[in-house]
Every structure is written in C-alpha cells, then in structure tokens.
C-alpha cells in the first residue's frame, strides 16, 4: 500500500543534550504535572534475568505434548538492525557499544549491530521479498515505529515471542505501553525508546499554554505550525474533541479533519511541516506548534523563553519498538537480547546515552546515583502524571490506514 511515511521526527533530530542549564527550562512541563526537580518516580523491586547459555536438562519448559521441550541454547552471533545514535557507544572505545560488550561478556554472543535503518518504509523494502516469502531476512532484531510495527503484526511478519524468556519486560515495562490495540497480548513487540506529542510555544509572546484549544486561537493566526505527521496531528485533535486516539475510527478521523479544516480555512495555521518547525519557533515566525519533546529540549537551550507542554487533554505518545521477523534464525538468543535491556541498570546506561524516554522501570532510580541532571530530565523520564496523559495511535487496518493518510494529505495540503 502506498502510504507517504511519517517525518523521521525522533532520527533527524537525535542528539546528546546539554544537561543541567537545560533542565530549568522544563519548569513549566514539571508544574504541569505538580513535580519537583529533585524527584523520581517510585522505586520498583529488583528484576531477574535469564541465565547464560541454559542447558537443555536446567530450562526444560512443559508444553501440551507429554515430553517436555527442552529451551534452545544461546547463539554464537545475533543479528540487530537499528537506527543510529539510538544505543550506547563505549566510552572507552567509540567503535564499540558498551551494551551490546557486556551482553558478549555475560553470554558469548557477538551482537552485529550496523545501524543500518533511516526510514521505516525504506529498510522494510530490504526485506519486503523475505518476508513474503517466511523466509529469514538475516535479521534477528529489528526497530521499527508503532505505525509499522502494528502493520508487519497484522501481516503476520513477526515471530510471537515467549515471555516467559523475559521477565525483566513482564516486570520493567511501565504500564502506559501495555495492551495496545496492534498487539494487545504484548508479545509481537517491545518497545525500545519513546517520544512524546504536545505544545511548544514561545511564552513571552503567548503567556502559559495548559490547552490545545490554543491550536485554534484566532489571536495566533498565521503563527501557529501543525505537524507533517498524520498521527500526531489527527491525534492531538483528536484529544482536543474528547476523542480517544488509542482507539480511533473512520469517524473519528472525519471529525477531525473538519476540525482541522477550520483552523486552515481561517488561516491560523502558518504550515504543516516536520522538524522544521523548531527553527520557527526560534526565529519567532511561528509562536505555537504542535511538538516533539525530543526537538525542543535542543530549542529552548537555543531560545530560553519556549516552552514544552503536555495539554490538560493529553498528548501523544510514539514509540520505536523492537521486533523479532519472522523465520528468525537466533530468536531464543533475540528475546534474552531484548529481556537484558530491560534490566534497569542496563535501560540506564542506553538512556544516558540516547536521550530519549526509557520505558523501564527502574532506570532513572539507577541514573540518580550516577547523573541525577539525566534522571530528573522529565523528557527522558516523564512522570507518572505525564505518562498517564498519554495516548498510542490506534492501529489501523490497510483500508483505515490509506482513508486516515489520504484525507490528512488532503486538508493538509500535503498530499
């Protein structure tokens, strides 16, 4: 299906943030949500972890049939495709990731990790045949976004995995990730780092923001940018109706898009553009826009008077989540990969590195001891206040999907 793919919000702007100055800036948000800047979010109990290399006669699991089938053992390699600047490089050693060497230490498993992926669409075309064919594509991990995610489960490219082989994810995974609707027995997909959807505006020209109604403010007409990106776009309007993004409909999609008609006719908004929109914030050519938390930490350190907001009525949540293809040759060792990030300590030094937020349990507690300015960072560990202003994006069926894409291009004027 021909689909025009979401702006690569998250991989044009992914960076290290400058930290400590930076975290004044997140007044607002932190008063959203009535935190100080010196807490973190209650500690969890201690996880457990599989074991290295298990032994057939040590990790027999019972199955339906009479005779227990033993688990396979660990790998000698595994195979990891992701994006890039989204695991941590060893600081020792900046050829290497310190993660994927500890895994190697703790297991024997060399991890090839090429950082390969820049666009969803573009790196599942490099496997597309594969995959069609059940045959292995020579990935035993894959990172993808939620949109395609839900539509690789719904073709039925993904291998289920066993949680039982994960029960740092069973016991890490923060609550706001679970039971979506693509998958909503939680075992085709991880999630690996997040981003969130809300208000960005310039406060000396706009004052404090708490509503999206302010999206349609005559008063900011011509200042005002909405996003490139369908879901957040549709879904932010969505929240702004009463509506509920997690579970959108062709009804729901049409509502919105009469919404947002109302803003373009009366020419309140200035565009409709990707990460471009932070450099018109800076410049002071748009005063409100529609934004990525990861795009504005980086715009406020550059202008102090922006500002980033979750909305009374909620923001959107988007997630780059790790997958297991289909006909995976190592995927026993692909889920003890997975389940070893989850281990908060582990989860702590990623989220160090990459910046964005961790959905781990327990990795701000760790980072407290070592770089409290990361672990008090509000958009690398929302609160729960924030968190539960959340909504994924419903995942939608080829037919919705094509509807929801082309009336956006339409009202848009992207299409």
Same mark, same amino acid.
């Given at each position: 299906?021909?689909? =025009?793919?979401?702006?690569?919000?998250?991989?044009?702007?992914?960076?290290?943030?400058?930290?400590?100055?930076?975290?004044?800036?997140?007044?607002?948000?932190?008063?959203?949500?009535?935190?100080?800047?010196?807490?973190?979010?209650?500690?969890?109990?201690?996880?457990?972890?599989?074991?290295?290399?298990?032994?057939?006669?040590?990790?027999?699991?019972?199955?339906?049939?009479?005779?227990?089938?033993?688990?396979?053992?660990?790998?000698?390699?595994?195979?990891?495709?992701?994006?890039?600047?989204?695991?941590?490089?060893?600081?020792?050693?900046?050829?290497?990731?310190?993660?994927?060497?500890?895994?190697?230490?703790?297991?024997?498993?060399?991890?090839?990790?090429?950082?390969?992926?820049?666009?969803?669409?573009?790196?599942?075309?490099?496997?597309?045949?594969?995959?069609?064919?059940?045959?292995?594509?020579?990935?035993?991990?894959?990172?993808?976004?939620?949109?395609?995610?839900?539509?690789?489960?719904?073709?039925?490219?993904?291998?289920?995995?066993?949680?039982?082989?994960?029960?740092?994810?069973?016991?890490?995974?923060?609550?706001?990730?679970?039971?979506?609707?693509?998958?909503?027995?939680?075992?085709?997909?991880?999630?690996?780092?997040?981003?969130?959807?809300?208000?960005?505006?310039?406060?000396?020209?706009?004052?404090?923001?708490?509503?999206?109604?302010?999206?349609?403010?005559?008063?900011?007409?011509?200042?005002?940018?909405?996003?490139?990106?369908?879901?957040?776009?549709?879904?932010?309007?969505?929240?702004?109706?009463?509506?509920?993004?997690?579970?959108?409909?062709?009804?729901?999609?049409?509502?919105?898009?009469?919404?947002?008609?109302?803003?373009?006719?009366?020419?309140?908004?200035?565009?409709?553009?990707?990460?471009?929109?932070?450099?018109?914030?800076?410049?002071?050519?748009?005063?409100?826009?529609?934004?990525?938390?990861?795009?504005?930490?980086?715009?406020?350190?550059?202008?102090?008077?922006?500002?980033?907001?979750?909305?009374?009525?909620?923001?959107?949540?988007? =997630?780059?989540?790790?997958?297991?293809?289909?006909?995976?040759?190592?995927?026993?060792?692909?889920?003890?990969?997975?389940?070893?990030?989850?281990?908060?300590?582990?989860?702590?030094?990623?989220?160090?590195?990459?910046?964005?937020?961790?959905?781990?349990?327990?990795?701000?507690?760790?980072?407290?001891?070592?770089?409290?300015?990361?672990?008090?960072?509000?958009?690398?560990?929302?609160?729960?206040?924030?968190?539960?202003?959340?909504?994924?994006?419903?995942?939608?069926?080829?037919?919705?999907?094509?509807?929801?894409?082309?009336?956006?291009?339409?009202?848009?004027?992207?299409?």
């Amino acid at each position: 299906m021909n689909e =025009t793919p979401p702006t690569n919000r998250g991989h044009l702007s992914r960076r290290r943030f400058v930290q400590g100055s930076a975290l004044a800036g997140f007044a607002t948000f932190l008063a959203a949500c009535g935190r100080s800047a010196t807490s973190v979010a209650p500690s969890v109990a201690p996880s457990s972890a599989p074991s290295a290399a298990p032994s057939a006669a040590a990790s027999a699991a019972p199955t339906a049939t009479v005779a227990p089938t033993p688990k396979p053992t660990m790998s000698a390699e595994l195979n990891f495709a992701n994006w890039t600047y989204y695991m941590d490089v060893d600081p020792n050693d900046e050829t290497k990731f310190k993660t994927l060497e500890d895994f190697k230490a703790e297991y024997g498993t060399t991890v090839k990790y090429p950082e390969n992926i820049d666009g969803n669409d573009s790196f599942i075309g490099t496997i597309r045949p594969q995959l069609v064919a059940g045959q292995d594509t020579g990935w035993d991990l894959i990172v993808v976004t939620d949109w395609m995610a839900a539509r690789l489960i719904r073709l039925g490219w993904v291998e289920a995995m066993d949680l039982g082989n994960m029960p740092n994810v069973v016991a890490n995974l923060q609550d706001v990730y679970k039971g979506v609707s693509w998958d909503a027995t939680d075992d085709h997909h991880v999630p690996w780092q997040s981003g969130m959807t809300g208000l960005g505006y310039d406060e000396a020209k706009t004052g404090a923001l708490t509503s999206l109604d302010a999206l349609w403010d005559p008063k900011y007409k011509g200042k005002v940018i909405y996003l490139d990106e369908m879901r957040d776009t549709i879904g932010l309007t969505m929240l702004k109706l009463g509506l509920d993004p997690s579970k959108a409909t062709v009804a729901d999609c049409d509502a919105a898009v009469a919404e947002i008609k109302k803003a373009t006719d009366a020419g309140i908004v200035r565009a409709f553009m990707g990460n471009k929109y932070a450099e018109e914030l800076k410049s002071g050519n748009a005063v409100l826009s529609m934004a990525w938390s990861g795009d504005m930490v980086q715009a406020l350190l550059d202008k102090p008077t922006l500002k980033f907001t979750i909305a009374d009525e909620g923001g959107m949540l988007w =997630t780059d989540n790790v997958l297991i293809p289909k006909a995976a040759l190592h995927a026993y060792t692909a889920q003890v990969m997975i389940d070893f990030c989850y281990r908060p300590a582990i989860a702590a030094q990623i989220a160090a590195y990459v910046n964005y937020i961790s959905p781990v349990k327990g990795a701000a507690e760790v980072l407290l001891a070592k770089d409290p300015d990361i672990a008090n960072n509000p958009l690398i560990f929302p609160p729960p206040a924030i968190l539960e202003k959340l909504h994924i994006f419903n995942g939608l069926n080829e037919a919705d999907e094509k509807y929801f894409n082309d009336k956006f291009a339409t009202v848009s004027g992207l299409g």
